[in-house]
């Protein structure tokens, strides 16, 4: 006998699926028609092919501000990911503690992006901010606005605080979901800490970890509110990241074409990225299940 299905569940996200589609193709479209288009105002059009995309493929301008991105992005993880794997590791397992530090720390991921830039601009402005007077008074020429190092310092502690608790969270939930069974094994066998974690915690944790370092690549890399907020894209262009350059290309120059073709190739680096991100994901949780 032919077993009936039920496909009326449909109806229940099809509201959905308009909505999405309404509010992410049509923009989308309306980029590709302006990449491949020259326009004066007054919605006239002219067609220019892919000169606007070999134009940004050839733009040293395009070059410099990928290379801070990936750079951001590469120290952004770096710090990231290791310390939230620290912190998850030594928060409390159960109890009020175990409540109270969760709390705590989702905390930062509640603050809106315009608001924790705001903060770290007034926290360290040496006038009157706090970390810049401390900074002052111990005799150290703390300046985010007017030096390099400084800036860029600034803006990986500022995202470092902002979002290190989304790692930490993940990883924990990761840690919660392994059965005591394991670690009564690893004590019988008189397991060292180090020996603990490389083979009973760390696979446990592979699969949230993968979904944190995924999720912290694509907020990294479209990183805009924090750094815009705080230096600006400065001083000079040391914190212009992708997102900003292409701001001040598409508002600040009104250069709609290049930055049409600008935005489709920054979102294909970004899908091309995260395409990898979740294969990577699906071939472990294959050989997960065979084993």
Known sequence: MDKTVNNRAWFLVLPVLVIVAFSAVIPLMTVVNYSVNDTFGNNQFFWAGLEWFQEMVHSRRLHEALGRQALFSAIILAIEVPLGIFVALNMPKKGFWASFCLVVMSLPLLIPFNVVGTIWQIFGRVDIGLLGRTLKALGIDYNYTGDVIDAWITVVVMDVWHWTSLVALLCYAGLQSIPQAYYQAAK?????????????????????????????????????????????????????????????????????????????????????????????????????AQQ
């Open 188 to 288: 019988i066998d008189q397991a060292s800490r180090w020996a603990v974690f490389r083979y009973i915690e760390l696979p446990k944790m592979r699969g949230v970890l993968l979904i944190a370092v995924l999720l912290r690549f694509m907020d990294s890399f479209m990183i805009y509110t924090e750094p815009f907020v705080v230096t600006g894209g400065g001083p000079g262009n040391s914190t212009t990241f992708l997102s900003i350059d292409l701001v001040k290309m598409a508002i600040g120059q009104f250069d709609l074409g290049p930055a049409a073709a600008f935005s489709i190739m920054y979102f294909l680096v970004i899908l091309l990225v995260s395409w990898v991100f979740y294969t990577v994901m699906t071939n472990l949780d294959k050989a997960e």
